[in-house]
């Protein structure tokens, strides 16, 4: 064969696509048709996994131009990594646009769910610990770690600053696993409670409603405190309280339907086909990818078992007992986690409705997840001196 | 304990109190916040 190239140049050139192909290649294909089909025939998170797909395939393809990185010829999906992901611009973008769909009046009206969000967020940390002990370093664990954030954009925008040559695999995890939600959070549930905790009912009082102007001066509130406390986190909880305030003005319909829409779908397009441009053979078919993998999974039993396990404490000090299992809604998969918990609930009990605590804990979890993620951001640099 | 572990287990000891004490001013400004500024009869009504 390398005659017949020397003899014929142009041979190299035409045939460079077979002569490339290794076995990583097609196993890449395989990986690349099961997020196709994940997000197709079982719509687990059809928006992010059919873009991530095919951008797999599309960097799996022996020279691939579209994941070129030849001064002059740089692929498109190369040039959307430099300029939405290594600068983080695209998890930001995204924040702006969730902070448009959220609602937080739930979370004005009992903030006390702000704690099992809080509680939720330990599983970052357990992970973090147990990536260390498996060999990975402080940066890298620390990032995989905020998988646990249940928070696809705050694992990029963590990914991008500090573990880079595991953005891939991180995002893929992070939004693999919050489809994966209805799956990974009932078994645990149910191992860390009793039939009769989870019977427990809990009551619809007559709630005050929330004025316009306090909704108008959370966002600013939140902004100006987390800001304070970590000033790193600014860009983040920002970004997210932007999109937000954009809503709750009232005087900028059009930004904010342009933000929950327009912005929204096409960053998410552009943000998945980028991030499957990341994911060639070379770098996803490594023994530390399928450990990372692993890890994204414990990082969301740790989070379930964090909030049902916080909830139960309380309950040990409250007159008015709490449903243990809202406290697994405190992770940041919005609203696929209050949705499941509250089935559950109905399951157990087919006249018990808990769904208006399980989504004001669980919109509480975008704020607390944004809130671990710009400690995590702080720490990282300040630690790992 | 190696570095990169005691360093992970630093972070959960300085983080996790550091979110509690957060969000615990979160709850208090949020509870004041609502307080402050009541919804009035018509956004009641709504």
Redesign the interface.
């Known amino acids: 064969m390398e005659s017949l190239l020397l003899q014929y140049p142009w041979l190299d050139e035409l045939l460079m696509g077979f002569i490339g192909l290794t076995w990583k290649h097609v196993v890449m294909w395989a990986i690349s048709a099961l997020l196709i089909y994940l997000a197709v025939k079982r719509d687990y998170e059809p928006n992010l996994l059919l873009p991530i797909g095919f951008g797999a395939l599309l960097a799996n393809i022996p020279s691939s131009s579209a994941i070129s990185q030849v001064v002059g010829e740089e692929g498109f999906l190369w040039v959307l990594y430099k300029g939405g992901i290594a600068n983080e611009l695209f998890p930001i973008l995204i924040f702006i646009a969730i902070g448009a769909m959220c609602d937080f009046t739930p979370?004005?009206?009992r903030?006390?769910v702000?704690?099992f969000?809080?509680a939720a967020?330990?599983g970052i940390?357990?992970t973090?610990?147990l990536?260390?002990?498996m060999g990975?370093?402080?940066e890298h664990?620390?990032s995989i770690?905020i998988i646990g954030a249940a928070d696809g954009p705050t694992t990029i925008y963590v990914a991008s600053r500090f573990a880079q040559e595991l953005l891939g695999p991180l995002s893929v995890a992070a939004y693999s696993y919050m489809s994966l939600v209805p799956i990974i959070q009932p078994p645990v549930i149910k191992a860390l409670t009793t039939e009769s905790e989870r019977k427990i009912k809990m009551g619809y009082s007559e709630e005050?409603?929330?004025?316009?102007?306090?909704q108008f001066?959370?966002p600013l509130?939140?902004v100006l405190?987390?800001g304070i406390?970590a000033p790193i986190s600014v860009a983040l909880i920002g970004s997210l309280m932007f999109g937000n305030i954009l809503k709750v003005s009232g005087v900028v319909e059009n930004l904010s339907n342009a933000a929950q829409n327009e912005l929204s779908n096409l960053v998410t397009l552009l943000l998945g086909i980028t991030i499957g441009g990341t994911m060639s053979g070379e770098n996803f078919l490594t023994v530390q990818v399928a450990m990372i993998m692993g890890l994204g999974a414990v990082a969301f039993v740790f989070d379930t078992a964090g909030g049902v396990l916080f909830a139960k404490l309380l309950n040990l000090f409250r007159t008015e007992k709490i449903n243990p299992m809202i406290g697994a809604c405190g992770i940041s998969a919005f609203p696929m986690s209050g949705r499941v918990i509250a089935k559950m609930a109905l399951k157990e009990d087919p006249s018990n409705f808990i769904i208006q605590h399980a989504i004001g804990v669980n919109v509480a979890g975008q704020?607390?997840s944004v809130?671990?993620g710009g400690?995590?951001l702080a720490?990282?640099p300040a630690?790992?001196k | 304990m190696?570095?990169?572990?005691l360093?992970?287990?630093?972070?959960?000891a300085?983080?996790?109190p550091?979110?509690?004490i957060?969000?615990g001013?979160?709850?208090?400004?949020?509870?004041l916040?609502?307080k402050?500024?009541?919804?009035?009869d018509d956004?009641?009504e709504?």
């Not at chain 1, 005050?208 to 306090?214: E, F, G, L, Q, Y």
């Not at chain 2, 190696?2 to 572990?5: C, K, L, P, Q, R």
């Not at chain 2, 001013?25 to 509870?31: I, P, R, S, Y």
């Not at chain 2, 402050?36 to 009035?40: D, E, M, R, V, Y």
């Open positions: 979370l004005i009206r903030p006390i702000m704690l969000a809080a967020q330990v940390f357990g973090a610990i990536a260390t002990l990975f370093s402080f664990a620390a770690g005050d409603a929330v004025s316009k102007t306090t001066l959370f509130m939140i405190i987390a406390v704020v607390a809130v671990a400690l995590v720490l990282i630690l790992a | 190696d570095g990169a572990v360093k992970s287990v630093t972070m959960m300085i983080a996790l550091t979110m509690f957060v969000i001013v979160f709850m208090l400004a949020t509870t916040l609502h402050a500024f009541p919804a009035s956004e009641e709504e």
